[in-house]
């Protein structure tokens, strides 16, 4: 059954690196959380190393421009692996065609920039979906629309037997207040059309792997017993820290802040209701990241 902690540091030094989700934790979506960064500075003052392992279809750089917009400064975190570079990575390996349709904002543009770190990488285009070999999804066009307008383009893909590349397999995040439907709720739905969408972000192990090279690049020493988890999503960073046999500290104050009552703290009764409904027990669980 998972623990109650009261704050990161109660926990925090038996690890030596910590793998930490972004939305929800460190910040909403708009802002930083105070709190979360705080604990982040400290624990790295006292020589731990942070990772932050976000399922953003951005680019590294994009997220470090985004993370100085929010508030979030660099010395509470050592390096960032997102899923959008491991998904280029793929992308660049031709995992979905040369020919491309974007399903997702312009504002994802960035994410067809070239990648400089793969040795001979495929010619990517994007094209009209009725040219395209793939499909390469960082997010719905309108991340607040009913999910069902989606439905024709992506039976016009399934007709054409198109695969989908996830950039981003998060369900939903929040932006303040405000739910918002991600790159994940698409790939969802394509897949129970009958279509085949290939993920690269928490909780699949391509995220980790690059994740453990950022670590790595920093000490090679460490083992994945002293690595610890930190997310608010169940079926993202904790399922995946489960499946990569590690830790995780569950932060119930955000996407289940209403499924676990939380508000300083998550009510334990409705904390174990949850958890036991979705099949997951997280090792630790706090309200917020403190």
Same mark, same amino acid.
């Given at each position: 059954m998972t623990r109650i902690i009261p704050a990161l540091s109660d926990v925090s030094s038996a690890y030596d690196a910590l793998f930490v989700d972004l939305w929800g934790c460190v910040h909403d979506g708009v802002k930083a959380i105070p709190s979360a960064v705080a604990a982040l500075q400290t624990y790295r003052q006292g020589g731990g190393i942070v990772i932050l392992v976000t399922n953003s279809p951005r680019p590294r750089a994009g997220v470090v421009k985004q993370l100085a917009q929010f508030g979030v400064p660099d010395d509470a975190y050592d390096a /960032?692996?997102?899923?959008?570079?491991?998904?280029?990575?793929?992308?660049?390996?031709?995992?979905?065609?040369?020919?491309v349709w974007h399903y997702g904002p312009d504002t994802d543009s960035r994410f067809?920039?070239?990648?400089? /770190?793969?040795?001979?990488?495929?010619?990517?285009?994007?094209?009209?979906?009725?040219?395209?070999?793939? /499909?390469?999804?960082?997010g719905p066009f309108d991340p607040l629309a009913d999910p069902e307008t989606w439905r024709a383009d992506l039976e016009i893909a399934l007709d054409r037997n198109l695969k989908l590349l996830c950039a981003n397999p998060d369900i939903v995040v929040d932006r303040g207040e405000v739910r918002e439907w991600c790159a994940g709720a698409v790939a969802k739905m394509?897949?129970?059309?009958?279509?085949?969408s290939l993920y690269f972000g928490k909780p699949h192990a391509p995220i980790y792997d690059l994740a453990r090279r950022r670590l790595y690049a920093l000490d090679k020493t460490i083992v994945d017993d002293n690595i610890l988890a930190i997310g608010d999503g169940i079926l993202t960073d904790v399922k995946g820290a489960v499946g990569e046999d590690i830790d995780s500290l569950f932060i119930s104050g955000g996407l289940a802040a209403a499924e676990t009552k939380t508000v300083t703290q998550p009510d334990p009764a409705?904390?174990?209701?949850?958890?036991?409904?979705?099949?997951?027990?997280?090792?630790?669980? /706090?309200?917020?990241?403190?």
């Amino acid at each position: 059954m998972t623990r109650i902690i009261p704050a990161l540091s109660d926990v925090s030094s038996a690890y030596d690196a910590l793998f930490v989700d972004l939305w929800g934790c460190v910040h909403d979506g708009v802002k930083a959380i105070p709190s979360a960064v705080a604990a982040l500075q400290t624990y790295r003052q006292g020589g731990g190393i942070v990772i932050l392992v976000t399922n953003s279809p951005r680019p590294r750089a994009g997220v470090v421009k985004q993370l100085a917009q929010f508030g979030v400064p660099d010395d509470a975190y050592d390096a /960032i692996a997102t899923s959008g570079d491991s998904a280029r990575s793929a992308m660049y390996r031709g995992v979905v065609g040369n020919n491309v349709w974007h399903y997702g904002p312009d504002t994802d543009s960035r994410f067809f920039d070239p990648l400089e /770190i793969l040795d001979n990488p495929a010619p990517i285009n994007r094209v009209p979906l009725d040219e395209a070999e793939g /499909i390469v999804c960082t997010g719905p066009f309108d991340p607040l629309a009913d999910p069902e307008t989606w439905r024709a383009d992506l039976e016009i893909a399934l007709d054409r037997n198109l695969k989908l590349l996830c950039a981003n397999p998060d369900i939903v995040v929040d932006r303040g207040e405000v739910r918002e439907w991600c790159a994940g709720a698409v790939a969802k739905m394509y897949t129970e059309m009958g279509g085949e969408s290939l993920y690269f972000g928490k909780p699949h192990a391509p995220i980790y792997d690059l994740a453990r090279r950022r670590l790595y690049a920093l000490d090679k020493t460490i083992v994945d017993d002293n690595i610890l988890a930190i997310g608010d999503g169940i079926l993202t960073d904790v399922k995946g820290a489960v499946g990569e046999d590690i830790d995780s500290l569950f932060i119930s104050g955000g996407l289940a802040a209403a499924e676990t009552k939380t508000v300083t703290q998550p009510d334990p009764a409705a904390l174990n209701a949850y958890l036991e409904a979705e099949k997951f027990d997280p090792t630790f669980t /706090i309200g917020h990241l403190r």
